[in-house]
């Protein structure tokens, strides 16, 4: 289905509402009777980074208003620990090894793009009539690597630069350009988090007094040793200040729907592709390992019929969203989904839960000393065991008596053919390697940290 232009005013109108005028978000919107879903991505944000999942700092009081106003995941996992297999797993309901799509090859390998072919949540969606837009703001999740399919407006800046405040302000205008009785589907992107942490005038000095002066970036060397580990609480404080300035503009957001009068019929959903590295396990950064910092991810949904102020433990994967999203909507899951639905009444207590994706020697951000080596993870209740394949390499935590994950434990044998297992899984996506980037693409990709 071809793509739906938005009228060239309404551009030229977001254009100069960055620029002068500040845009006007009081529109009123004649109520649906169905139901829409927003589905919030702040790529890069780790779990305990956030007041709600008990970070000591103020970080996210607008976040935590929605958790009290809905359901908060206390045990979401991603699939992957960086962004390009991990939005795969979003949208098509299916873990990596089962998607395909992630890098593979080495430092002289290669992406492969989404398999058009495979169920996505914004197709299924889309083929059920409901209006799909997505605000996008990375590369990797361009129509190049063919995330737009399934959507009717795809809005991806691909430098990773345009900040939440004009991706809200993009959104809130499409919002007012959609027909009254047409219910939607909406992925709004957030990259702001991701590294560089150089938050704005005053989120900047939020958390530490000299702001942008002190560094905004790991110094690497040309065989990734960190130059600079002394900064890395100064990087940390300019992290939770990306965090705070991302919240404040969910706010308005947020504001921008009630003024609209589609709160009742909105369902919210706020999570992210994976975490964030600070030096917990002599790494930084993400895509290289599987530990918590790095998959560990918040889960949050509120809206109508989504019960209020509730905190589930149950186990939950970025895979479960697609699944989630269709059940709540009444829509049929497409077969062979991977993921569960969060909100039925009868989820598994106790399921195994697979990560995988990791190809470190892709990273330039990787410091891991078996960064020669593909890895997986997979957990069970307090159990979680990362095997490095290719090697007779298993090493398992309890989550619950070393969250941090600082003592490694001899894997038990179930545990190991778990991973084994998960490591076989047929692939059924297709995914096909992407074609040639543009030196522009690659530019960002190389200044990001994604190749050498
Ligand atoms: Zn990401």
């Known amino acids: 289905m071809p793509i739906k232009l938005i009228p060239l005013f309404t551009i030229l109108a ?15 919107r004649i109520p649906s009777n169905g139901k829409n879903v927003i589905l919030i991505i702040i790529d890069t944000l780790r779990s305990d980074h956030l007041s709600c999942f008990g970070y000591q700092r103020n970080t996210s009081p607008t976040i935590d208003s929605l958790a009290d106003s809905g359901t908060l995941w206390l045990n979401a996992q991603s699939q992957a620990p960086w962004t390009l297999p991990s939005h795969a797993s979003i949208w098509t309901g299916l873990s990596v090894k089962s998607h395909g799509t992630t890098h593979i090859g080495g430092v002289e390998g290669f992406d492969l793009q989404l398999d058009p072919q495979l169920p996505s949540l914004p197709a299924t969606l889309q083929n059920s009539g409901f209006q799909t837009s ?11 690597f063919g995330f737009n399919h399934g959507f009717d407006w795809y809005d991806c800046d691909g430098s990773g630069e345009r900040t939440v405040t004009a991706t809200v302000d993009a959104f809130l205008y499409w919002l007012d350009y959609q027909a009254e009785t047409e219910n939607f589907f909406c992925v709004i992107h957030l990259f702001d988090v991701h590294a560089p942490y150089n938050p704005m005038v005053p989120y900047d000095t939020a958390f530490c007094s000299e702001g942008v002066d002190g560094v905004s970036r790991w110094d690497l060397s040309e065989n990734g040793k960190i130059l600079n580990i002394e900064d890395c609480q100064h990087l940390i404080d300019m992290y939770d200040g990306e965090i705070l300035y991302v919240d404040n503009e969910l706010s308005r957001l947020f504001s921008g729907i009630r003024q609209r009068e589609i709160a009742d019929s909105t369902l919210i959903i706020i999570t992210s592709d994976h975490g964030e590295e600070f030096l917990e396990h002599g790494g930084v950064g993400h895509g290289h390992a599987l530990y918590q910092e790095q998959i560990h991810v918040p889960l949050i949904l509120s809206g109508p019929g989504i019960n ?7 186990p939950a994967a970025l895979y479960d969203i697609m699944p989630t999203i269709l059940s709540y909507l009444g829509v049929e899951v497409p077969e062979n989904v991977e993921g569960l639905d969060l909100l039925s009444h ?3 207590q106790l399921r195994q839960i697979p990560s995988g994706g990791v190809s470190p020697d892709r990273f330039f951000l990787a410091m891991m000393s078996l960064s020669d080596f ?3 993870a997979v957990t069970e209740g307090s159990k979680k065991v990362i095997a490095y394949m290719g090697t007779d390499r298993f090493i398992q935590f309890n989550l619950d008596e070393d969250p941090e994950e600082n003592i490694p434990l001899a894997a038990d044998s179930t545990m190991i053919e778990k991973a084994l297992f998960y490591w076989a899984t047929p692939r059924r996506g297709n995914p096909s390697p992407i074609g040639e980037l543009t ?5 960002t990709l190389r200044d990001l940290g994604y190749i050498r």
């Open 346 to 348: 009868a989820p598994a």
């Open 14 to 28: 977001v254009i100069a509402g960055c620029t002068s005028t500040p845009p006007d978000t009081s529109g009123c």
């Open 134 to 144: 997505g605000f996008i703001n990375f590369v990797l999740l361009s129509e190049e």
């Open 308 to 314: 209020r102020g509730s905190i589930s433990n149950i």
């Open 439 to 443: 030196d522009e693409i690659n530019s």
């Open 374 to 376: 593909q890895s997986c």
